[in-house]
């Protein structure tokens, strides 16, 4: 069973950094595209980055290019997303995901997501 859980959020203010963390186990991490996506209070689910097997491939959407930086350690089953310059927009649940067999995002039908439970990271002064 796919088991994802996210850590290292927390309150921070603007223009600061955070690093959060995802442990993975029932499957077979190295293996596939990782994801992380994102939820703010009152909003739908966005695509935060992405990145495939090897961490030689990322993808990154628009409205955090720059900023955050995806990466994993294949070795420790670790997904890993580094964000910095936070701004107030950013303030979301964070969640490690996962297509089934690793196939990218967005998952298609056949191809369910696993999503861990969430870590909280709010940007405020």
């Known amino acids: 069973e796919v088991h994802l859980v996210e850590s290292g959020g927390g309150l921070v203010q603007p223009g600061g950094s955070l690093r959060l963390s995802c442990t993975a186990s029932g499957f077979v991490f190295g293996n596939g595209w990782m994801h992380w996506v994102r939820q703010a209070p009152g909003k739908g689910l966005e695509w935060v980055s992405s990145i495939y097997t090897g961490g030689g491939t990322t993808n990154t959407a628009d409205s955090v290019k720059g900023r955050f930086t995806i990466s994993r350690d294949n070795t420790k089953n670790m997904l890993y997303l580094q964000m910095n310059s936070l701004k107030s927009e950013d303030t979301a649940h964070y969640y490690c995901?996962?297509?089934?067999?690793?196939?990218?995002?967005?998952?298609?039908?056949?191809?369910?997501?696993?999503r861990g439970q969430g870590t909280l990271v709010t940007v405020s002064s």
């Open positions: 995901s996962r297509c089934s067999y690793g196939v990218r995002w967005p998952c298609p039908d056949r191809y369910p997501e696993v």
